[in-house]
């Protein structure tokens, strides 16, 4: 059933990164294509007139400019986000031409750190949000009213849309194309882009990040280095407390004082990254691996592991030991 054409308008700052503003726009024109009419009409804006110099080098050239103010209803607003964007000042132009265009569209949002932009403008104050992993606990520490889910691939909160790092503006696109023309042609749209038209998992399995870096006073962080290097040792607070020679309800209250989560965490995280090493590098089984981390049993390792990155050991396997290769 044929709709009302909705205009999409994409923010776009300098130092953009491209996929953060081409990935929708593909997505959504390819819309267009698979309806065969104009369901959607698609335009870059920019804060000031002239080319956008993006991230990679390559420039766009923005549609309307935030000066010139907006002729027409804006039916979906997104933010694009850039590498840059956490530190970057938004000017009061811009915070103030948000606060002015997001109320009036009918769903509002972000790609990757373009959230950044809209907390500034007050748009995601008792929202729930996502943005990339590498900066979700940056925006959770600036903005402690917005709620920040690091693991999702895009989320949805009443008017608000996010999506997590650069090619999850794909997801959300598609997402907003199955809201608006149904899953049959958000479905059709995966395959001719060949993309999942359900990403499994969330996106902390993608995440770099690296062995939590020891905290503490100099004996605490002796024993994390003590049992990063050593996972699969049974590490129980009365053993660690003993490796420290104090009372094991002591370096409880010590641990969790100091490195800010209990010691029982610390331990299953040091075995987590220890285990994405060994299933990125190696090749014995899921079964091994949980025993040389210094898991009980494979189904233990399993449940951890899906927890923690949002996949199997056995997906992860699958899909991610390339990346190291």
């Given at each position: 059933?044929?709709?009302?054409?909705?205009?999409?308008?994409?923010?776009?700052?300098?130092?953009?990164q491209l996929l953060d503003v081409s990935g929708p726009l593909d997505v959504f024109a390819e819309?267009?294509?698979?309806?065969?009419?104009?369901?959607?009409?698609?335009?870059?804006?920019?804060?000031?007139?002239?080319?956008?110099?993006?991230?990679?080098?390559?420039?766009?050239?923005?549609?309307?400019?935030?000066?010139?103010?907006?002729?027409?209803?804006?039916?979906?607003?997104?933010?694009?986000?850039?590498?840059?964007?956490?530190?970057?000042?938004?000017?009061?132009?811009?915070?103030?031409?948000?606060?002015?265009?997001?109320?009036?569209?009918?769903?509002?949002?972000?790609?990757?750190?373009?959230?950044?932009?809209?907390?500034?403008?007050?748009?995601?104050?008792?929202?729930?949000?996502?943005?990339?992993?590498?900066?979700?606990?940056?925006?959770?520490?600036r903005y402690p009213d917005v709620t920040v889910d690091e693991d999702a691939i895009h989320v949805?909160?009443?008017?608000?849309?996010?999506?997590?790092?650069?090619?999850?503006?794909?997801?959300?696109?598609?997402?907003?194309?199955?809201?608006?023309?149904?899953?049959?042609?958000?479905?059709?749209?995966?395959?001719?882009?060949?993309?999942?038209?359900?990403?499994?998992?969330?996106?902390?399995?993608?995440?770099?990040?690296?062995?939590?870096?020891?905290?503490?006073?100099?004996?605490?962080?002796?024993?994390?280095?003590?049992?990063?290097?050593?996972?699969?040792?049974?590490?129980?607070?009365?053993?660690?407390?003993?490796r420290m020679d104090i009372s094991p309800r002591h370096f409880s209250r010590l641990f969790q004082?100091?490195?800010?989560?209990?010691?029982?965490?610390?331990?299953?995280?040091?075995?987590?990254?220890?285990?994405?090493?060994?299933?990125?590098?190696?090749?014995?089984?899921?079964?091994?691996?949980?025993?040389?981390?210094?898991?009980?049993?494979?189904?233990?390792?399993?449940?951890?592991?899906?927890?923690?990155?949002?996949?199997?050991?056995?997906?992860?396997?699958?899909?991610?030991?390339?990346?190291?290769?």
């Amino acid at each position: 059933m044929r709709t009302r054409q909705k205009t999409i308008v994409i923010v776009a700052f300098s130092g953009v990164q491209l996929l953060d503003v081409s990935g929708p726009l593909d997505v959504f024109a390819e819309a267009n294509a698979q309806a065969g009419y104009d369901a959607y009409q698609l335009l870059i804006a920019a804060p000031r007139s002239g080319p956008i110099r993006s991230s990679s080098g390559a420039r766009l050239l923005p549609d309307m400019v935030m000066e010139g103010g907006v002729n027409y209803p804006i039916d979906t607003l997104l933010i694009a986000g850039c590498p840059n964007a956490p530190q970057m000042p938004a000017s009061e132009t811009v915070t103030a031409w948000l606060r002015r265009q997001a109320p009036l569209a009918r769903r509002f949002g972000s790609v990757c750190s373009g959230a950044f932009f809209l907390a500034a403008a007050g748009l995601l104050s008792e929202r729930r949000v996502t943005t990339h992993w590498a900066v979700a606990t940056e925006l959770a520490r600036r903005y402690p009213d917005v709620t920040v889910d690091e693991d999702a691939i895009h989320v949805s909160d009443g008017p608000v849309r996010t999506a997590a790092g650069v090619t999850a503006g794909l997801d959300l696109a598609l997402a907003l194309v199955e809201e608006d023309l149904g899953a049959d042609i958000a479905k059709r749209i995966a395959s001719q882009l060949v993309m999942f038209f359900k990403r499994p998992g969330g996106q902390m399995q993608f995440s770099r990040k690296g062995a939590a870096v020891p905290a503490g006073r100099a004996a605490l962080q002796e024993l994390q280095r003590w049992v990063a290097a050593n996972p699969a040792l049974p590490h129980t607070v009365a053993s660690l407390a003993a490796r420290m020679d104090i009372s094991p309800r002591h370096f409880s209250r010590l641990f969790q004082a100091e490195v800010g989560i209990t010691p029982a965490t610390w331990v299953e995280e040091a075995r987590i990254h220890a285990a994405r090493h060994l299933l990125e590098h190696g090749h014995e089984a899921p079964k091994q691996v949980a025993g040389h981390c210094g898991f009980s049993d494979a189904n233990t390792f399993r449940r951890a592991f899906t927890r923690h990155v949002g996949v199997s050991p056995a997906e992860y396997r699958k899909r991610y030991v390339g990346l190291t290769r």
